[in-house]
């Protein structure tokens, strides 16, 4: 998911070790909740009533216990009123609802090798989930005809089905989607089949046979003329506005490049059989990767219309796009490890800039990034690390920061750079390999990246990752001239508190400047306080500190260089 307006709703929390043990409950988001069992598949059947913005729904679960004696099936569920619950033998059962929830009582005990099947029947006026809107007026610069979408990350998709809704279950789905005449719907997976109905409307159905997490379920309804195109054996499929077609080029133009590096560099190829992009209206987020269905903002996408801004949708497509790897494929084990998601995605808007424009254009990212995340932090303390440890933030955008984002991203950089590009890179794919189609935490990526780099990175990832805030370096250099050294006095000045140290670790290369010449010299800082010497005949011009932007997450002040 990429945010364009980034929000914060920080309560005051209590600072929590990243080692702490946490018992897992669903109040406590970041962390994974307890599972009774192993959704299998949820088969959806939507229609609406657009006057009255209500939704009709049948869905049925198939699911098998996690444990013997299992005898009642609690669902997330919110707005959802039930009109029947029962088996698929037509057996009813007995339920009943509560305020995020529906729990089902079962006919009898199962064990934990049995499948159960069981159907929904419910309608909602949703205030969540599913959005309709109503069409643009025809003097409107974005013009458009009424929709219906979904968005599910992150606690959404219990707003419009009943669903195992947290991402550390993954199930197939099929869709059902009832829509009026000249209509289309777009949702997950392969079309198998359109049917026309008797009064006029048409049933889409749509079949996704690859497990997914239910934050990634969605559908689109609109009018929409589709641009087809193919990558190797992928369907790609572009829905934009009938009046707004030549916008195709612009904005989605280099999906089929993307999806060529993003194989190179992660070495797993594009892992489904479509991918569609789909423009709405009213859309809050700048784009969500709904698995193989990537909904978008259309009023961020007509950017490209202008050649100055083309370049941030570009990096929007190429974001959304990447998580079809990182957050599809692989998917955060639970909020908590979010930045496993929109981190990685971030940084391959990088990578995919690096490979066409060259690695001055990679690097003008990621210090872009860092300044946006810099400028957040000035008047938003945040209190957590690229893994946030605080289980009492709302379930909601608030966990969509520029920390999981743009800091994790530069984290992500720092890291390919401090194990050395062959080995990042196997890194990856060995993450990629070893968990796909799983859940991931942050100590899989370590340890794929240390099996590559055969280096223990226990260092980085706490102070990177589990820790907070950055370094802020003072130094102050003095040429001592008749003893031909330079000392530097370097001092960091960050604020310490649970989460950010008194001194990181910070390997940094130092590169002096003489009037005859340059000198590279590297150090290694571990302390509040350390003095660095360096020979040198002549005074130096000039510092420059980390002048391949190895580490973009700290602020250096050199003073003026004094002579003794």
Sequence with gaps: MR?????????????????????????????????????????????????????????TVKLKPLRDKFRSVELDSVGLSYVSVSLLNGTPLKFSVSR???????????????TIGIKLMYSSKPSKGVYFVDASKRSSNIVYDAQVWTQGETAE???????????????????FITVEEGETAIANGELIGIRPNSDGTRTFHFSMKVPHSTYLTSL???????????????????????DHSNIFRKAFGKTREMMRVFEEVTGIDYPFNKYDQTLVAKFELGGMENITATTLSDREILLADFPTLQPGVEDLVAHELAHSWFGNLVTCK??????????????MEAVFRERTNGRSDYIQKI??????????????KNPHGVFNCFPDLKNDESMFDSIVYQKAGAVIHTLRETVGDDAFWRGVKMYLRRHRGGNVETSDLKKAMEEASK??????????????????????P?????????????????????????????????????PDGRKAEMIRITKKDEKFNFPADTKPVSIVIDPAVKIPLKRVKVQKIKTR
């Design 100 to 114: 995020e929830s529906v729990k089902i009582a079962l006919d009898k005990d199962y064990a934990r090798n049995d």
């Design 220 to 242: 689109v309804v609109g009018n929409y003329k589709r641009i087809d195109e193919t990558y190797r054996n992928v369907a790609l499929g572009y829905f934009i506005y009938p």
């Design 334 to 347: 639970n909020w908590s490890e979010l930045w496993l998601n929109e981190g990685f995605a971030t940084f």
């Design 367 to 380: 210090q872009a990034d860092v300044k946006d995340y810099f400028a957040d932090d000035i008047y938003k």
């Design 157 to 175: 998709t219990r707003h419009w089905f009943p669903s195992y809704d947290f991402p550390d279950d993954k199930a197939t789905t099929e869709q």
């Design 478 to 514: 003095v040429f001592y001239e008749n003893e031909g050294r330079i000392e530097l006095d370097i001092s960091q000045i960050q604020k310490s508190d649970a989460l950010v140290p008194e001194a990181f670790i910070i390997p940094l290369e130092i590169e002096l400047e003489f």
């Design 3 to 59: 945010f364009w307006k980034i929000k914060f709703a920080f309560a005051l929390v209590i600072l929590l070790a990243p080692i702490l043990t946490v018992h897992a409950q669903r109040s406590r988001i970041g962390f994974s909740p307890v599972r009774t069992f192993d959704a299998l598949h949820y088969s959806i059947d939507t229609k609406f009533d657009r006057r009255q913005k209500m939704i009709f729904g049948e869905t």
């Design 455 to 476: 280096t223990d990175l226990d260092w980085f990832f706490d102070q990177w990752v589990y820790g907070g805030g950055y370094p802020k370096i003072n130094i102050d």
